[in-house]
């Protein structure tokens, strides 16, 4: 269903059925595959692909261009810079080795998951399977690989940790203190969680 509370551009391609929530816009060219769901106040730019069945939350902001792929989950608060592309095949092939084009039936579906808060860079690659942990920065033009932790930093191809980010994009110190906003973590399961917020 497609509030009435929601903006979609005469420009956009919007498969029925598809979920659209309130106050979230569709912006020319974007194309909204059926079984598609998305959440409130979101954001979908021009010419971004969301493909069958993907699932995002709340607050999300789909950049320019970006393909979001089957079997994709975003939670909510994720962003997704400019032509930016979650897959979901890890063997991609177009046909089977008989010769006849690939059908349904012929590959299983891999997706991504974007956990609350994470954000893509333009132009990253998240292979299929892989997760990015909550509120973890992927630098423009990484290819992501494995899993990435939450709060991590991680440029490059293949996409390697560098650092921590504070929920407010600010990078953290070995004193995980953020600089600009004072909130204050802590490692845990590999990555870092919300401890409080400290006043100077």
Not at 72 to 94: K, M, Q, Y
Not at 95 to 115: A, C, H, Q
Not at 174 to 200: D, H, K, M, T, W
Request: charged fraction near 20%.
């Amino acid at each position: 269903m497609i509030s009435p509370l929601a903006f979609v551009h005469e420009g956009a391609q919007i498969e029925q059925p598809a979920g659209i929530g309130d106050r979230t816009r569709v912006w020319a060219r974007a194309h909204v595959r059926q079984g598609a769901v998305m959440g409130a106040d979101c954001n979908i730019g021009g010419g971004a692909l969301i493909d069958l069945d993907v699932r995002i939350g709340d607050r999300c902001k789909i950049q320019t261009n970006a393909l979001i792929y089957r079997g994709s989950i975003l939670h909510d608060d994720v962003f997704v810079g400019p032509a930016a592309c979650l897959t979901n095949d890890r063997f991609p092939r177009a046909s089977v080795p008989e010769g006849s084009l690939k059908s349904e039936s012929d590959w299983t579906v891999s997706g991504v998951t974007l956990e609350r808060g994470s954000s893509l860079g333009a132009h990253v690659v998240v292979v299929a399977g892989c997760t990015v942990g909550g509120w973890a920065l992927v630098g423009a033009g990484a290819v992501v690989v494995t899993d990435v932790s939450a709060h991590a930093l991680v440029v490059g191809n293949p996409a390697q940790q560098i650092g921590w980010v504070c929920m407010c994009g600010a990078r953290l110190d070995n004193s995980f203190i953020c600089a600009e906003c004072r909130r204050r973590y802590v490692p845990e399961n590999g990555g870092l969680s919300l401890l409080q917020e400290v006043s100077l």
